[in-house]
């Protein structure tokens, strides 16, 4: 945490350097992919539930309420708000069938993310997993370096595991048919292509254009191999979860990987900056989302509504 509020300070320190313009456009390109991603769950969706009116509107706000959440709250509790409000948009739907959409999604950004970690493998700029402890700012270096508490973590984990496995047991037959509802899209190989992963090719064209304004409005030099490094950092800060929006990993992991290469204010600048634009923005965009949706902004109180979705 200490690292992080030194390099929010340096950040602080050069923020007459930045390129305001170049930022807004960063921030357009964002705003646009949630777009893009927004309507490829929705089509995902609509593909599981095809006698049913699938609301665009209100599918992208349960995704950008979602993104807002996560941005202050640890270990993706934003998920949660995102299925719910998905539920209660979508008459008749189950909570099971809408997370294997989020499956149909998962698999294109997997193996997007897994070939930029590949990239990045061959470019020899990762550190080592025995390293990870001792990065600066790595929010989940604790469960390396305390390796009693990780067993313990894990014993928890085998613990909800193998009650959850006898759950399935009991339910597997329910469970197997909603679940295979939600990626019935995969059927339809050219309309999975058309309807989600195009818009998801979209979101990741954007992804790589924001960063590359954001390089540019904090004084880095733009390459394509710079934006792909970014964006390898922003997706291994999502692995493990534990600060809200995963500041921590991914600053640590900009300084490794960028090392020597950029200046260490600089690269302070960049990495926080960066961030903490993402994370104010997606704040801002998913509670007014929860506002115009619910009425209130209180994610918390969710699971106690019983709202009627709407028509």
């Given at each position: 945490?200490?690292?992080v509020?030194?390099?929010?300070?340096?950040?602080?320190?050069?923020?007459?350097?930045?390129?305001?313009?170049?930022?807004?456009?960063?921030?357009?390109?964002?705003?646009?992919?949630?777009?893009?991603?927004?309507?490829?769950?929705?089509?995902?969706?609509?593909?599981?539930?095809?006698?049913?009116?699938?609301?665009?509107?209100?599918?992208?706000?349960?995704?950008?309420?979602?993104?807002?959440?996560?941005?202050?709250?640890?270990?993706?509790?934003?998920?949660?708000?995102?299925?719910?409000?998905?539920?209660?948009?979508?008459?008749?739907?189950?909570?099971?069938?809408?997370?294997?959409t989020?499956?149909?999604?998962?698999?294109?950004?997997?193996?997007?993310?897994?070939?930029?970690?590949?990239?990045?493998?061959?470019?020899g700029?990762?550190?080592?997993?025995?390293?990870?402890?001792?990065?600066?700012?790595?929010?989940?270096?604790?469960?390396?370096?305390?390796?009693?508490?990780?067993?313990?973590?894990?014993?928890?984990?085998?613990?909800?595991?193998?009650?959850?496995?006898?759950?399935?047991?009991?339910?597997?037959?329910?469970?197997?048919?909603?679940?295979?509802?939600?990626?019935?899209?995969?059927?339809?190989?050219?309309?999975?292509?058309?309807?989600?992963?195009?818009?998801?090719?979209?979101?990741?064209?954007l992804?790589?254009?924001?960063?590359?304004?954001?390089?540019?409005?904090?004084?880095?030099?733009?390459?394509?191999?710079?934006?792909?490094?970014?964006?390898?950092?922003?997706?291994l800060?999502?692995?493990?979860?534990?600060?809200?929006?995963?500041?921590?990993?991914?600053?640590?992991?900009?300084?490794?990987?960028?090392?020597?290469?950029?200046?260490?204010?600089?690269?302070?600048?960049?990495?926080?900056?960066?961030?903490?634009?993402?994370?104010?923005?997606?704040?801002?965009?998913?509670?007014?989302?929860?506002?115009?949706?619910?009425?209130?902004?209180?994610?918390?109180?969710?699971?106690?509504?019983?709202?009627?979705a709407?028509?």
């Open positions: 945490m200490g690292e509020l030194h390099a929010i300070g340096v950040f602080f320190e050069q923020l007459a350097a930045v390129e305001f313009s170049a930022l807004g456009l960063a921030i357009a390109c964002h705003l646009t992919k949630t777009l893009c991603t927004g309507r490829a769950w929705r089509n995902a969706i609509a593909a599981s539930y095809p006698d049913t009116h699938v609301p665009y509107r209100a599918i992208y706000a349960a995704y950008v309420s979602a993104v807002g959440v996560n941005a202050l709250v640890p270990a993706r509790g934003g998920d949660a708000v995102k299925l719910f409000l998905a539920h209660r948009a979508v008459p008749g739907s189950t909570y099971t069938t809408l997370a294997s989020l499956f149909v999604l998962s698999v294109f950004d997997m193996a997007a993310a897994g070939a930029l970690f590949v990239y990045a493998l061959t470019l700029v990762l550190p080592g997993f025995g390293s990870l402890g001792g990065l600066p700012g790595f929010d989940f270096g604790f469960l390396v370096a305390e390796p009693e508490l990780t067993l313990v973590l894990l014993v928890v984990a085998t613990i909800l595991g193998v009650v959850g496995f006898f759950w399935l047991r009991l339910h597997w037959a329910e469970f197997k048919q909603r679940a295979r509802q939600g990626i019935v899209i995969f059927d339809d190989k050219p309309r999975y292509l058309r309807d989600v992963a195009l818009w998801q090719a979209c979101d990741w064209s992804r790589f254009a924001s960063i590359w304004f954001f390089l540019d409005a904090f004084g880095v030099e733009q390459s394509l191999r710079n934006i792909l490094l970014v964006q390898v950092t922003q997706s800060a999502t692995l493990v979860p534990i600060s809200p929006g995963g500041i921590g990993t991914e600053q640590a992991f900009i300084v490794v990987i960028f090392k020597g290469a950029v200046s260490t204010s600089r690269l302070l600048s960049f990495s926080v900056g960066m961030k903490l634009t993402l994370m104010s923005v997606n704040i801002v965009l998913g509670f007014t989302a929860l506002f115009l949706t619910l009425g209130h902004t209180d994610w918390r109180s969710l699971t106690g509504r019983k709202d009627p709407p028509s």
